[in-house]
């Protein structure tokens, strides 16, 4: 029964590979408000590095010296 007629399509059709389109998060253009909103998140991540990393260790100075 098999008589290689799925091999013989598949020698005469090219392979063809989609690739799902990328997720774009701006619709293609970014406003100023977006702008202003990434800003914001970038500056409150960085504050918040800042405070975690230098005021534990201001803190704790403080209680060793007393």
């Not at 020698?11 to 690739?19: F, I, K, L, M």
């Not at 202003?36 to 534990?56: E, N, S």
Request: aromatic letters at 10%.
């Amino acid at each position: 029964m098999n008589n290689k007629a799925y091999e013989q399509y598949q020698a005469t059709q090219p392979a063809v590979h989609h690739e799902p389109p990328m997720i774009d998060p701006f619709d293609g253009e970014i406003t100023g408000a977006e702008i202003g909103v990434c800003i914001v998140f970038v500056l409150a991540i960085v504050w918040a590095i800042y405070t975690a990393c230098f005021t534990d260790n201001k803190k704790n100075k403080g209680e060793q010296n007393e």
